[in-house]
Protein backbone atom coordinates (compact mmCIF):
# COMPACT_ATOMS: atom_id res chain seq x y z
CA UNK A 1 0.00 0.00 0.00
CA UNK A 2 1.83 2.82 -0.72
CA UNK A 3 1.02 6.18 1.58
CA UNK A 4 0.75 9.72 -0.15
CA UNK A 5 1.50 12.74 1.96
CA UNK A 6 -0.06 15.75 1.44
CA UNK A 7 2.26 18.65 0.63
CA UNK A 8 0.80 22.14 1.16
CA UNK A 9 1.39 24.88 -1.31
CA UNK A 10 0.40 28.40 -1.26
CA UNK A 11 -2.76 27.83 -3.40
CA UNK A 12 -3.86 25.79 -0.53
CA UNK A 13 -3.82 28.56 2.04
CA UNK A 14 -5.19 31.10 -0.66
CA UNK A 15 -8.35 28.74 -1.29
CA UNK A 16 -8.72 28.38 2.97
CA UNK A 17 -8.35 32.18 3.30
CA UNK A 18 -10.67 33.00 0.32
CA UNK A 19 -7.36 35.83 -0.90
CA UNK A 20 -6.13 35.43 -3.76
CA UNK A 21 -2.35 33.81 -4.26
CA UNK A 22 -0.80 37.18 -4.61
CA UNK A 23 -2.71 38.74 -1.45
CA UNK A 24 -1.77 35.30 0.57
CA UNK A 25 2.07 35.28 -0.55
CA UNK A 26 2.05 39.05 0.05
CA UNK A 27 0.59 38.50 3.77
CA UNK A 28 2.80 35.72 4.50
CA UNK A 29 6.06 38.17 3.15
CA UNK A 30 4.52 40.67 5.88
CA UNK A 31 3.94 43.76 2.72
CA UNK A 32 2.39 46.72 4.60
CA UNK A 33 -0.29 46.94 2.16
CA UNK A 34 -2.21 43.87 3.49
CA UNK A 35 -4.06 44.64 6.67
CA UNK A 36 -2.60 43.06 10.10
CA UNK A 37 -5.81 41.39 10.35
CA UNK A 38 -5.68 39.79 7.17
CA UNK A 39 -1.75 39.01 7.83
CA UNK A 40 -2.62 36.77 10.86
CA UNK A 41 -5.14 35.27 9.52
CA UNK A 42 -3.09 33.73 6.69
CA UNK A 43 -0.15 33.21 8.87
CA UNK A 44 -2.12 31.06 11.40
CA UNK A 45 -3.63 28.93 7.79
CA UNK A 46 -0.42 28.28 7.17
CA UNK A 47 0.81 26.74 10.16
CA UNK A 48 -2.48 24.74 10.79
CA UNK A 49 -1.99 23.47 7.30
CA UNK A 50 1.95 23.18 7.91
CA UNK A 51 2.78 24.70 4.64
CA UNK A 52 6.85 25.43 4.49
CA UNK A 53 7.88 28.17 1.84
CA UNK A 54 10.22 26.56 -1.05
CA UNK A 55 12.68 29.35 -0.63
CA UNK A 56 15.07 27.40 -3.20
CA UNK A 57 12.90 27.56 -5.48
CA UNK A 58 11.72 31.16 -5.20
CA UNK A 59 15.17 32.32 -5.33
CA UNK A 60 16.14 30.16 -8.30
CA UNK A 61 13.45 32.22 -10.42
CA UNK A 62 14.62 35.49 -9.02
CA UNK A 63 18.16 34.53 -9.99
CA UNK A 64 19.70 34.09 -6.35
CA UNK A 65 21.54 31.70 -4.02
CA UNK A 66 19.46 30.65 -0.82
CA UNK A 67 23.09 31.74 0.66
CA UNK A 68 24.08 34.61 3.07
CA UNK A 69 27.36 36.03 2.36
CA UNK A 70 29.32 36.76 5.67
CA UNK A 71 31.83 39.15 5.64
CA UNK A 72 34.19 39.51 8.11
CA UNK A 73 36.80 42.49 8.88
CA UNK A 74 39.97 42.67 7.10
CA UNK A 75 42.23 39.43 9.35
CA UNK A 76 45.48 38.61 8.83
CA UNK A 77 46.39 34.89 8.63
CA UNK A 78 48.26 34.90 12.04
CA UNK A 79 45.01 36.15 13.81
CA UNK A 80 43.34 34.20 16.38
CA UNK A 81 39.53 33.43 15.73
CA UNK A 82 37.80 36.23 17.72
CA UNK A 83 35.38 34.33 20.12
CA UNK A 84 32.45 36.89 19.58
CA UNK A 85 32.31 36.26 16.08
CA UNK A 86 32.08 32.60 16.52
CA UNK A 87 28.79 33.07 18.73
CA UNK A 88 27.45 35.57 15.93
CA UNK A 89 27.46 32.80 13.68
CA UNK A 90 25.81 30.59 15.81
CA UNK A 91 23.19 33.00 16.27
CA UNK A 92 23.10 33.45 12.62
CA UNK A 93 23.11 29.97 11.73
CA UNK A 94 20.26 29.41 14.19
CA UNK A 95 18.02 31.93 12.48
CA UNK A 96 18.63 30.62 8.70
CA UNK A 97 17.85 27.47 9.32
CA UNK A 98 14.18 27.67 9.25
CA UNK A 99 14.54 30.02 6.15
CA UNK A 100 16.20 26.79 4.04
CA UNK A 101 19.44 29.10 3.61
CA UNK A 102 23.12 28.82 4.71
CA UNK A 103 26.04 30.82 4.94
CA UNK A 104 29.26 31.85 2.90
CA UNK A 105 31.89 33.29 4.31
CA UNK A 106 33.93 36.34 3.02
CA UNK A 107 37.41 36.65 4.94
CA UNK A 108 40.77 38.11 3.80
CA UNK A 109 44.26 40.05 4.53
CA UNK A 110 43.26 43.28 2.69
CA UNK A 111 40.80 45.47 1.87
CA UNK A 112 41.45 44.68 -1.46
CA UNK A 113 41.07 41.49 -1.44
CA UNK A 114 37.98 41.28 0.62
CA UNK A 115 36.11 43.84 -1.55
CA UNK A 116 37.34 40.82 -4.47
CA UNK A 117 36.17 38.07 -2.73
CA UNK A 118 32.08 39.91 -2.08
CA UNK A 119 32.44 40.82 -5.92
CA UNK A 120 32.91 36.97 -6.91
CA UNK A 121 30.06 36.05 -3.93
CA UNK A 122 27.29 38.33 -5.61
CA UNK A 123 28.41 38.08 -9.65
CA UNK A 124 29.53 34.47 -9.51
CA UNK A 125 27.39 32.60 -7.01
CA UNK A 126 24.48 34.92 -6.92
CA UNK A 127 24.52 35.90 -3.22
CA UNK A 128 22.33 39.05 -2.85
CA UNK A 129 22.20 38.92 1.02
CA UNK A 130 24.75 40.05 3.01
CA UNK A 131 25.57 40.21 6.79
CA UNK A 132 28.59 42.62 7.44
CA UNK A 133 30.66 41.60 10.76
CA UNK A 134 32.11 44.76 10.69
CA UNK A 135 31.78 49.20 10.23
CA UNK A 136 34.50 51.37 8.60
CA UNK A 137 34.50 54.72 7.38
CA UNK A 138 34.49 54.94 3.75
CA UNK A 139 34.25 51.07 3.74
CA UNK A 140 34.45 50.02 0.10
CA UNK A 141 32.39 46.48 0.63
CA UNK A 142 29.59 48.32 1.55
CA UNK A 143 29.89 51.16 -0.81
CA UNK A 144 30.02 48.36 -3.46
CA UNK A 145 27.01 46.70 -1.94
CA UNK A 146 24.97 50.33 -1.86
CA UNK A 147 25.45 51.04 -5.13
CA UNK A 148 24.19 48.27 -6.59
CA UNK A 149 21.51 47.14 -4.61
CA UNK A 150 21.87 44.27 -2.71
CA UNK A 151 20.34 43.48 0.57
CA UNK A 152 22.67 43.68 3.75
CA UNK A 153 22.76 44.59 6.85
CA UNK A 154 25.45 46.09 9.46
CA UNK A 155 26.24 44.20 12.75
CA UNK A 156 27.78 47.16 14.89
CA UNK A 157 26.76 51.17 14.30
CA UNK A 158 26.50 51.97 10.79
CA UNK A 159 29.03 54.65 8.55
CA UNK A 160 28.20 58.28 9.22
CA UNK A 161 26.13 59.96 6.78
CA UNK A 162 24.85 56.21 5.52
CA UNK A 163 21.30 54.98 5.77
CA UNK A 164 22.33 51.34 6.25
CA UNK A 165 20.17 48.84 8.50
CA UNK A 166 21.94 47.73 11.22
CA UNK A 167 21.43 45.84 14.63
CA UNK A 168 23.75 46.58 17.37
CA UNK A 169 24.07 47.08 21.76
CA UNK A 170 24.06 50.35 22.78
CA UNK A 171 27.76 50.90 23.09
CA UNK A 172 27.46 54.03 25.01
CA UNK A 173 24.99 52.92 27.60
CA UNK A 174 27.38 49.40 27.74
CA UNK A 175 30.67 51.88 28.14
CA UNK A 176 28.87 53.80 30.80
CA UNK A 177 27.44 50.90 32.95
CA UNK A 178 31.02 49.06 32.88
CA UNK A 179 32.65 52.52 34.16
CA UNK A 180 30.05 52.59 36.44
CA UNK A 181 30.65 49.01 37.82
CA UNK A 182 34.15 49.48 38.77
CA UNK A 183 33.66 52.67 40.35
CA UNK A 184 30.51 52.07 42.54
CA UNK A 185 31.74 47.89 43.55
CA UNK A 186 34.74 48.32 43.52
CA UNK A 187 36.03 51.73 44.89
CA UNK A 188 38.20 52.62 41.73
CA UNK A 189 39.83 55.49 41.99
CA UNK A 190 41.61 56.06 38.78
CA UNK A 191 40.07 54.51 35.98
CA UNK A 192 42.06 53.66 32.61
CA UNK A 193 40.48 53.11 28.63
CA UNK A 194 42.35 50.39 26.93
CA UNK A 195 41.35 49.29 23.30
CA UNK A 196 43.16 49.34 20.17
CA UNK A 197 45.11 52.21 18.40
CA UNK A 198 42.56 51.32 15.24
CA UNK A 199 39.57 53.33 16.60
CA UNK A 200 36.89 51.42 15.52
CA UNK A 201 33.36 52.21 16.23
CA UNK A 202 32.69 49.88 18.82
CA UNK A 203 35.34 50.98 20.80
CA UNK A 204 34.84 54.85 20.36
CA UNK A 205 31.26 54.29 21.54
CA UNK A 206 32.06 52.56 24.42
CA UNK A 207 34.82 55.06 25.22
CA UNK A 208 32.11 57.87 25.20
CA UNK A 209 29.94 56.23 27.09
CA UNK A 210 33.10 55.72 29.89
CA UNK A 211 34.03 59.52 29.50
CA UNK A 212 30.49 60.36 30.24
CA UNK A 213 30.57 58.05 32.80
CA UNK A 214 33.66 59.75 34.70
CA UNK A 215 32.64 63.67 33.62
CA UNK A 216 29.31 63.21 35.82
CA UNK A 217 31.84 62.00 38.61
CA UNK A 218 34.61 64.83 37.67
CA UNK A 219 37.01 62.18 37.60
CA UNK A 220 39.58 62.47 34.62
CA UNK A 221 39.97 60.34 31.60
CA UNK A 222 42.38 58.27 30.63
CA UNK A 223 42.98 56.47 27.27
CA UNK A 224 45.69 53.58 26.68
CA UNK A 225 46.15 52.12 23.43
CA UNK A 226 47.71 48.91 24.45
CA UNK A 227 49.24 48.13 20.75
CA UNK A 228 51.32 51.43 20.71
CA UNK A 229 52.22 51.23 24.51
CA UNK A 230 53.33 48.03 26.72
CA UNK A 231 51.91 47.56 30.13
CA UNK A 232 55.48 48.44 31.46
CA UNK A 233 55.52 51.21 29.57
CA UNK A 234 51.56 52.50 30.93
CA UNK A 235 52.08 52.00 34.55
CA UNK A 236 55.50 53.12 35.14
CA UNK A 237 53.75 56.85 34.30
CA UNK A 238 50.76 55.88 35.53
CA UNK A 239 51.16 53.98 38.71
CA UNK A 240 47.99 55.17 40.37
CA UNK A 241 45.67 53.27 37.66
CA UNK A 242 43.73 50.89 39.87
CA UNK A 243 41.12 50.16 37.65
CA UNK A 244 40.99 49.08 33.93
CA UNK A 245 37.62 49.15 31.48
CA UNK A 246 38.92 47.22 28.52
CA UNK A 247 37.08 47.60 25.28
CA UNK A 248 37.37 43.89 24.28
CA UNK A 249 38.14 40.68 25.99
CA UNK A 250 40.18 39.34 23.72
CA UNK A 251 42.64 42.36 23.56
CA UNK A 252 42.61 42.14 27.44
CA UNK A 253 43.48 38.40 27.14
CA UNK A 254 46.94 39.89 24.75
CA UNK A 255 46.97 42.11 27.72
CA UNK A 256 46.67 39.67 30.79
CA UNK A 257 50.23 38.01 30.52
CA UNK A 258 52.08 40.74 31.25
CA UNK A 259 50.48 41.95 33.93
CA UNK A 260 50.75 39.14 35.63
CA UNK A 261 54.04 39.04 34.96
CA UNK A 262 54.10 42.09 37.19
CA UNK A 263 51.84 40.87 39.55
CA UNK A 264 49.34 43.40 38.52
CA UNK A 265 46.48 41.99 38.77
CA UNK A 266 46.06 41.56 42.82
CA UNK A 267 45.56 45.45 42.98
CA UNK A 268 44.22 45.94 39.59
CA UNK A 269 39.81 45.93 39.16
CA UNK A 270 38.94 44.86 35.33
CA UNK A 271 35.94 44.96 33.16
CA UNK A 272 35.63 44.00 29.26
CA UNK A 273 33.16 43.48 27.02
CA UNK A 274 32.01 40.41 25.09
CA UNK A 275 31.89 37.50 27.83
CA UNK A 276 32.63 34.50 25.12
CA UNK A 277 32.35 31.16 26.47
CA UNK A 278 36.09 30.41 26.18
CA UNK A 279 37.47 33.43 27.55
CA UNK A 280 35.10 33.17 30.52
CA UNK A 281 36.81 30.04 31.19
CA UNK A 282 40.75 31.80 30.79
CA UNK A 283 39.61 34.52 32.54
CA UNK A 284 36.74 34.04 35.38
CA UNK A 285 37.86 36.57 37.84
CA UNK A 286 37.43 39.72 35.53
CA UNK A 287 34.07 41.11 35.39
CA UNK A 288 32.33 41.70 31.46
CA UNK A 289 29.69 42.93 29.85
CA UNK A 290 28.18 40.12 28.21
CA UNK A 291 26.90 41.72 24.74
CA UNK A 292 24.84 38.59 23.40
CA UNK A 293 26.21 37.80 20.55
CA UNK A 294 23.76 34.51 19.49
CA UNK A 295 21.18 37.04 19.65
CA UNK A 296 22.51 40.18 17.43
CA UNK A 297 23.28 37.18 14.93
CA UNK A 298 19.45 35.90 15.40
CA UNK A 299 18.24 40.02 15.13
CA UNK A 300 20.18 40.48 12.33
CA UNK A 301 18.84 37.89 10.40
CA UNK A 302 15.69 39.14 11.26
CA UNK A 303 16.35 42.64 9.56
CA UNK A 304 17.81 41.31 6.47
CA UNK A 305 15.03 39.41 4.95
CA UNK A 306 12.31 41.93 6.78
CA UNK A 307 12.83 45.08 4.68
CA UNK A 308 10.46 46.99 6.53
CA UNK A 309 12.71 47.06 9.38
CA UNK A 310 15.79 49.98 9.35
CA UNK A 311 17.29 48.91 12.43
CA UNK A 312 17.06 46.99 16.06
CA UNK A 313 19.02 47.26 19.83
CA UNK A 314 19.78 44.13 21.92
CA UNK A 315 20.19 44.62 25.27
CA UNK A 316 23.89 43.70 27.27
CA UNK A 317 24.22 42.10 30.66
CA UNK A 318 26.73 43.15 33.23
CA UNK A 319 27.96 40.08 34.53
Not at 6 to 23: N, P, Q, W, Y
Not at 180 to 185: E, G, M
Request: proline letters at 4%.
Amino acid sequence: MMLCQFMATIKDIAARAGVSVSTASRALNDNPRISEATREKIKKIAVEIGYHPNYAARNLTRGEANMVGLVFPVTTDEAPANPFHIDLMRGIASALESRDYSMVVALAPTQEKLLRAVKSMALQSKIHNFLLFYTLEHDPVAAYLREHGYNFVVIGHPERHQNDRYVDNDNVAAGYAATKQLLINHDVTSLAYVSSPYHWQYEEDRRLGYENCLAERHLPELDWYYDTQSASEFFSQHPKVDGLVCADDLLFLKLNHELQEMHLLDRLSVICFNNSKLLGMLLPTVEKVDLQPHELGKKAVELLFNPNLQHAFVAFKVD
